[in-house]
């Protein structure tokens, strides 16, 4: 059962028209806002950063389906919950807590503006029975970190993101259009395989792997690779993009870090990305040519990245192209050291992994992985995923 509710705040001259629809039973609720996409509250979750910054946010419903109207304000991303909706214009008048997201701002509601949203100044509700406690509930927050701002400690927001619940990171996110590691399927063979395959097929390891071209920064897992340069400071490419996804905090960790070297990796927070972490490995540059020296230093890259993300914990990793943009690697060799190294690893260390992700971006490197994959995760005549 669902109802929807319409309503009007009223700040100076300006007025924020937001709709909100909760469906009873899901514990979830649905926000939409002009110029934005919708998003989904839950429970216990920090509010979202465009949230925060409308007008104000009324949650009004029926309690214990009785007629007495109750109402939730949200402001400056706090909320507060009272009995009534009298309750509530006589008591809130200042800020619940200061809302990192919007320190600066001046409070957008007094009495008069409090007065005007829940009263002659258009707050229409269109109303079905809802429990109070699933109201309550939803408005309630947990503790959020300022992803945009350089000056927030850095440390301060990893410890918060790394022990926030997967709904409260999603809320403080800073990119849009998020892939769960269940939206990316298994890697199946798409065409006819011509070639001996190098290894005896292993289903259990082949259901360890995924080929997906799109926006690595996209990605929900525990670690995402970042193809970065020996400063770790941000540069072009996925570089440049992992560095804009996640915000200025992660350039400040990274400037602790005393660069890498090629050929190793070194983790960090990820942020506002909705990975919980940021694997950052140097790759070799091959403009002059490939030889074994640059053969080992890209091996040791892929080897590397794996070997600190078993050492955190992490279940779940996704590889980018590397080295092969400005650093000049040729693509199709880059492929085969990736699916060799990755096919060794998992071969010695199978259970310390659930899931890799070669996530490319363009068409080509596509092609190539779909020609190859078969030659190092040979399918048998009979397959089927275990996932």
């Known amino acids: ?21 909760y469906t009873q039973g899901s514990s979830c609720a649905a926000l939409h806002a ?3 996409k919708s998003v989904i509250f839950t429970p216990n979750v920090p509010l979202p950063r465009f949230v925060s910054k409308l007008d104000c946010l009324a949650l009004p419903g029926l309690r214990d389906q009785q007629i007495a109207l109750y109402s939730g304000l949200i402001n400056r991303g706090k909320a507060a ?62 503790s959020t970190v300022d992803l945009d701002s350089p000056d927030t400690d850095w440390k301060e927001a990893k410890k918060v993101l790394l022990s926030a619940t997967q709904q409260q990171r999603q809320a403080m996110c800073r990119v849009s259009g998020v892939l769960h590691l269940k939206s990316i399927p298994i890697w199946t063979p798409s065409g006819q395989v011509t070639e001996k395959p190098l290894y005896q097929v292993n289903e259990a390891l082949n259901s360890k792997v995924s080929l997906l071209r799109g926006d690595i920064t996209r990605l929900e897992v525990d670690a995402v690779v970042n193809a970065a340069n020996k400063t770790l400071l941000g540069g072009g490419g996925v570089d440049g993009s992992i560095h804009r996804g996640a915000g ?24 506002g990305l909705p990975a919980k972490h940021v694997i950052h490995t140097v790759g070799p540059i091959a403009q002059g040519g490939v030889s074994q020296r640059e053969r080992d230093a890209l091996r040791s890259c892929y080897r590397s990245c ?60 596509e092609e190539l992985y779909q020609a190859r994959l078969p030659l190092y995760f040979p399918r048998g005549p009979q397959m089927k995923s275990k996932l």
């Not at 350039?251 to 942020?271: R, S």
């Open 1 to 21: 059962m669902a109802f929807q509710m319409s309503f009007a705040c009223r700040a100076k001259s300006r007025v924020a028209l937001t709709t909100l629809s």
């Open 34 to 36: 002009p110029g934005f």
């Open 81 to 142: 919950t009272f009995s009534t909706s009298a309750a509530a214009s006589s008591t809130f008048f200042q800020p619940i807590g200061g809302n990192p997201f919007l320190s600066n701002r001046r409070t957008l509601l007094s009495r008069p503006g409090l007065w005007a949203l829940l009263g002659a100044f258009g707050l229409s509700v269109v109303t079905a029975s809802l429990h109070s406690s699933s109201l309550l509930a939803m408005t309630s927050g947990a």
């Open 248 to 271: 200025p905090l992660l350039k400040k960790e990274c400037a602790t870090l005393g660069g890498c070297e090629t050929g190793q990796a070194k983790i960090t927070g990820a942020y």
């Open 306 to 365: 794996l070997e600190v993300g078993a050492q955190n914990q992490l279940r779940t990793v996704a590889f980018p192209c590397i080295s092969t943009g400005v650093y000049g690697y040729p693509p199709g060799e880059a492929v085969d050291v990736a699916l060799s190294v990755v096919r060794e690893y998992l071969q010695e260390k199978h259970a310390q992994l659930d899931r890799v992700v070669f996530c490319v971006f363009l068409k080509s490197d």
